[in-house]
């Protein structure tokens, strides 16, 4: 394992691709962040330091818009298994290493600790933007709760694109189930689900069809980050009140692990 483990910390740090995505997540929550951060210091109707950090943190996130840094960071995990896949170096890596388990977790483990640091440097980016521009800072309690959903979403979000690449061996068809089983599938599922509710009998009881939208694995992950958002209030009017944040996180572990899972099994069973 642990020679499948500097196998491929040698692979990330000799390719461009992951200086790029790192820099581009980096990059965007800077610029962001500054952007957010001067409009609120000349605002006189914004919340305190917990809903300034929760915002600048996420840029906009903990208010239901998408999790940019989730998305670059996340075509990490698509390129860690897709690259070889498209350039042919799987060959070469499982004859290097022929321990296909220990090359697929490596490649997990490797996946997720480059998520979550880039998460919490970017986590940190807001909270310097919130020094310079003498905002109020948020609490301690805030800050953990905050950052540690902000890394889980980052992470997991990342090892569902590697799942991805590993399911369907593909790196284009991957980057494409990435991008739009969170923003637009989800999005469609909603839809129907509130067009039915609302011409229904009871569009506003609990219960039916509407619980559906709890277990939309991205949408629930978010609510470890997310404290208001459309889709909240939605599912609220129509009787389906969204999971919380462990709930969210839950629903959205339990999808990445079986997408993982199921790469894992094609992984070891087809041929490379």
């Given at each position: 394992m642990n020679d499948a483990l500097r196998y491929e910390y040698l692979r990330l740090r000799t390719i461009r691709s992951t200086y790029w995505l790192i820099g581009t997540a980096l990059a965007l929550q800077l610029v962001f962040a500054v952007l957010i951060a001067?409009?609120?210091?000349?605002s006189t109707t914004f919340a305190g330091g917990d809903e300034t950090f929760r915002v600048l943190a996420t840029i906009g996130g903990s208010t239901g818009a998408p999790l940019l840094m989730a998305y670059v960071v996340g075509l990490l995990g698509v390129f860690s298994t897709g690259h070889e896949y498209r350039h042919g170096m799987i060959r070469a890596t499982l004859t290097a290493i022929p321990n296909r388990t220990h090359v697929f977790w490596a490649k997990v483990i490797s996946t997720a600790v480059i998520a979550a640091v880039t998460a919490v440097l970017c986590v940190m980016i807001g909270l310097l933007c919130i020094a310079v521009y003498g905002l109020d800072m948020p609490s301690s309690a805030a800050f953990v709760e905050t950052t540690a959903g902000i890394v889980l979403y980052t992470a997991l979000f990342a090892l569902?694109?590697?799942?991805?690449?590993?399911?369907?061996?593909?790196?284009?068809?991957?980057?494409?189930?990435?991008?739009?089983?969170?923003?637009?599938?989800?999005?469609?599922?909603?839809?129907?689900?509130?067009?039915?509710?609302?011409?229904?009998?009871?569009?506003?009881?609990?219960?039916?069809?509407?619980?559906?939208?709890?277990?939309?694995?991205?949408?629930?992950?978010?609510?470890?980050?997310?404290?208001?958002?459309?889709?909240?209030?939605?599912?609220?009017?129509?009787?389906?009140?969204?999971?919380?944040?462990?709930?969210?996180?839950?629903?959205?572990?339990?999808?990445?692990?079986?997408?993982?899972?199921?790469?894992?099994?094609?992984?070891?069973?087809?041929?490379?």
């Open positions: 001067w409009s609120l210091e000349r569902s694109g590697l799942a991805y690449a590993a399911i369907v061996r593909n790196q284009t068809a991957a980057v494409a189930l990435l991008m739009l089983v969170p923003s637009l599938l989800e999005f469609i599922i909603q839809s129907i689900v509130v067009i039915i509710k609302t011409n229904s009998a009871d569009p506003r009881g609990s219960g039916g069809i509407t619980e559906i939208l709890k277990y939309l694995p991205y949408d629930a992950g978010s609510q470890m980050y997310v404290q208001s958002s459309i889709d909240g209030f939605v599912q609220q009017a129509l009787g389906a009140e969204p999971f919380g944040a462990l709930g969210g996180g839950i629903v959205m572990g339990v999808f990445v692990a079986a997408l993982l899972a199921t790469g894992y099994t094609l992984f070891l069973r087809r041929d490379a």
